[in-house]
Each structure stands twice: as structure tokens, then as C-alpha cells.
């Protein structure tokens, strides 16, 4: 199971932190994505981690103001969003991707990849 928190409303220029508090399987085993939709868009991928040795993966978009880490303590995935846009604006999604024996590479954003997905959280940046 997968569940997104930290969404909500803020300021253009604002900075916010996603949280993906993940149970039922072995986290450090996993490799966690972040996905986000915005209104009339297609799902897009935005950053991946290997929870056992926190490799990480961006979409062009997201490289320097998108940073992704893991908690294996707290079996949680961060994802900080900092000078928000109006066009960051959007439901973001976490999922897990799992494999017998450990998922020890980055689906690279592939849907079959991905086994676990959770509800999603709403992002909303004001201008």
C-alpha cells in the first residue's frame, strides 16, 4: 500500500514536500517512482529512487528544482518541489516497483514496471 501526503495549495514561487508512506511489502527491496497528471495531460514521470541504495532518476523537467529521497526507517519517499509554478499544478502519484529478489535498477518511469500504485494527492499552485 501506498499513501501520498503533503499536497495542497501554495504560492507560485513557493517550495512543498510530498511524502509516500509505504507498507506491505519490503521497502528496501523496492524502487519508488513519482508521477504527476495534470488537468487534460497524460501521466508523467517526474523522479525514481532505489530505496536499498537511494540511485536516483529525474525527468528533464524535474532535474534542479525536483529532489527525491528515501526514508528506510520511516519507509517513506520524499519528493521536494521547490520554485513551485502554476504548471506544477497537478495529481501527484508514488508506486512501487517490486521484483522477486529485489528491484535493483530504475524503471526509468515504464508503467509495467510498476506494481503499486497509490491514490494520488492534489497539487494546486497559485499564481
Known amino acids: 500500500q501506498l499513501v501520498e501526503s503533503g499536497g495542497g495549495l501554495v504560492q507560485s514561487g513557493g517550495s512543498l514536500t510530498l511524502s509516500c508512506t509505504c507498507s506491505?511489502?519490503?521497502?528496501?527491496?523496492?524502487?519508488i517512482g513519482w508521477f504527476r497528471q495534470a488537468p487534460g495531460k497524460a501521466r508523467e514521470g517526474v523522479a525514481e529512487?532505489?530505496?536499498?541504495?537511494?540511485?536516483?532518476y529525474y525527468s528533464e523537467f524535474a532535474k534542479g528544482r525536483f529532489t527525491i529521497s528515501s526514508d528506510s526507517a520511516r519507509n517513506t519517499v520524499a519528493l521536494q518541489i521547490d520554485r513551485l509554478t502554476p504548471e506544477d499544478t497537478a495529481v501527484y502519484f508514488c508506486?512501487?516497483?517490486?521484483?522477486?529478489?529485489?528491484?535493483?535498477?530504475?524503471?526509468?518511469?515504464?508503467?509495467?514496471?510498476?506494481?503499486?500504485w497509490g491514490q494520488g494527492i492534489q497539487v494546486t499552485v497559485s499564481s
Open positions: 508506486a512501487a516497483a517490486r521484483k522477486d529478489g529485489g528491484q535493483w535498477y530504475l524503471p526509468h518511469f515504464l508503467d509495467y514496471e510498476y506494481n503499486d
Open positions: 506491505g511489502f519490503a521497502f528496501n527491496e523496492a524502487a
Open positions: 529512487i532505489t530505496n536499498m541504495d537511494s540511485r536516483t
